[in-house]
């Protein structure tokens, strides 16, 4: 599995991923990211105006995470993997839509891929953990897609238990982490009420293979017996992605999540919206689509907008 960037030519040149039959794909990623913003004390006093607050807006209570604050505002953002430019955020009060979200981000990418006149069927979706479940996956089933799945009554699917019960086809250890998973590939799998068909990956580790103490919720995958479970939903061909190509596609090696680190810093309530003067005047140019100022910041990376 190799990434080929773009030769330095003035044509116009498509980056792609190659895969082991040598086939090219072009890699998008889909993030949903949430942001949680503090209300503060609002002055009251006869000679004051009526007190209102700004973000109201933008933000609504919902589920803030890890994050602190009273109300939360959710975006999704697609983007091109292998030249980072950003060709869509849509964005919602409170939990958002973000079924209603991914689908006009598929929208954006059909549009990118016609306009640029590529083929659909070599087009790769990578998405966030959050779209891990049946129902989500029928919605980008049209797509190559890879995903972290969060439906864990598939580990009860008798096929993915006789799976288990047989020797993994891989250990895969990340460069970062010292997590050594070993990794069970199992092909078309029902997935969801749905029954939505797809090839599932099992990573599993033991719980305390890193000598830490274990949290009291887990964050990411199910621990059963000791042993900890992973998910990974993916239709893409086993000739040209082994298990351990999907996981690596998903988790290490041109893996999307730092993609988006550096926006979510620019997305930061108290960058865009704070209580002095300045802020409040940059407040007031956020973009209607709740993607926020940084569209700005990032203009140079931003698609022209008949892509978005």
């Avoid at 960037?5 to 890699?27: A, F, K, M, S």
């Avoid at 250890?173 to 009420?193: D, F």
């Avoid at 802020?279 to 892509?307: K, L, M, R, T, V």
């Amino acid at each position: 599995m190799i990434s080929r960037d773009r030769p330095l030519t003035p044509d116009n040149q498509t980056d792609g991923l190659t895969d082991r039959t040598g086939h090219t794909w072009i890699v998008f990623d889909i993030d949903g990211t949430r942001e949680a913003a503090r209300q503060r004390a609002l002055p009251k006093g006869d000679d004051l105006p009526p007190a209102f607050r700004r973000l109201d807006d933008v933000c609504a209570p919902g589920y803030t995470g890890r994050k602190c604050g009273q109300v939360v505002r959710t975006r999704t953002t697609v983007s091109q993997a292998h030249s980072y430019h950003w060709l869509g955020s849509f964005g919602n009060r409170g939990n958002g839509q973000y079924r209603v979200e991914l689908r006009q981000g598929l929208s954006t990418i059909t549009r990118y891929l016609s306009m640029y006149q590529l083929p659909q069927a070599r087009a790769q979706v990578r998405l966030d953990g959050q779209y891990g479940l049946g129902a989500v996956v029928a919605d980008v089933a049209s797509f190559a897609f890879v995903t972290r799945g969060k439906e864990y009554s598939v580990l009860d699917h008798p096929l993915v238990q006789a799976r288990l019960h047989l020797p993994p086809i891989r250990c895969n250890s990340g460069q970062q982490s010292q997590t050594v998973r070993s990794l069970y590939n199992c092909e078309s799998i029902p997935v969801g009420p749905e029954g939505v068909r797809c090839r599932v990956i099992v990573a599993t580790h033991p719980a305390d293979q890193n000598g830490k103490k274990q949290k009291k919720k887990k964050t990411v995958g199910v621990t059963r017996v000791g042993v900890s479970y992973e998910l990974f939903f993916t239709n893409l061909p086993q000739q040209g992605f082994t298990a351990c190509d999907v996981v690596e596609l998903y988790l290490h090696r041109g893996a999307f999540e730092p993609v988006l680190a550096d926006e979510d810093t620019e997305q930061e309530p108290d960058r865009w919206c704070s209580h002095s003067a300045w802020g409040q005047e940059a407040q007031a140019g956020w973009c209607p689509n709740g993607s926020g100022i940084s569209d700005s910041n990032w203009a140079i990376n931003w698609n022209p907008p008949h892509c978005a």
